[in-house]
């Protein structure tokens, strides 16, 4: 008798292919070019219906900001995530000394906020990150050696606009 193989998917296996960026990052210069996995194309219910379901058995599932807030029920869709996504990088590519950081989730380092001193570690630079941990979707991480300061909470676009002054002066 021959033995038959069954072969079954590994849900984090499928996931991890699901997020996975396809392509050369090193070129991104916004959130706009990083958007090619599974997640940013396929039908939007289908990807947070699959997240939810996942999610379940594995909290802390890797996924980008808009996809937890999503499926949380905070933003009305996809669409409206990458907006938002592409009007802050609109406001900070338009400023000196903002970088895009394609890795992960994509975020700004606001570069000369990243000193050098002899003898001592490099400062992480202030940075600007999108997140679903509140409605404003927006966090700020001072610069800092050692260890990392407390987030400041943004609460959008204008509160970014009207704190940026503020927020390179870290």
């Given at each position: ?22 392509g ?12 090619r ?21 594995e ?42 950081v ?24 202030t ?10 979707w ?6 800092h ?6 987030l400041?909470?943004?609460r ?15």
């Amino acid at each position: 008798m021959k033995k038959q193989v069954r072969v079954e998917p590994l849900a984090t296996l499928e996931w991890s292919q699901a997020v996975e960026l396809a392509g050369e990052l090193a070129d991104a210069t916004g959130p706009e070019d990083i958007r090619r996995a599974w997640i940013h194309r396929a039908p939007e219910r289908q990807v947070v219906g699959l997240y939810r379901v996942l999610s379940k058995f594995e909290p802390d599932l890797p996924a980008p900001w808009w996809l937890r807030a999503l499926a949380a029920g905070g933003l009305p869709t996809r669409t409206a995530a990458f907006r938002m996504e592409d009007e802050v990088a609109t406001l900070l590519a338009d400023r000196p000394g903002w970088v895009y950081v394609p890795w992960e989730d994509g975020y700004w380092e606001y570069v000369p906020s990243e000193v050098y001193a002899a003898g001592e570690a490099p400062t992480v630079p202030t940075t600007v990150m999108f997140t679903a941990r509140h409605r404003g979707w927006l966090d700020v991480l001072p610069a800092h050696r050692g260890a990392p300061p407390k987030l400041i909470s943004v609460r959008g676009l204008e509160d970014l606009r009207s704190r940026l002054d503020a927020i390179e002066a870290t």
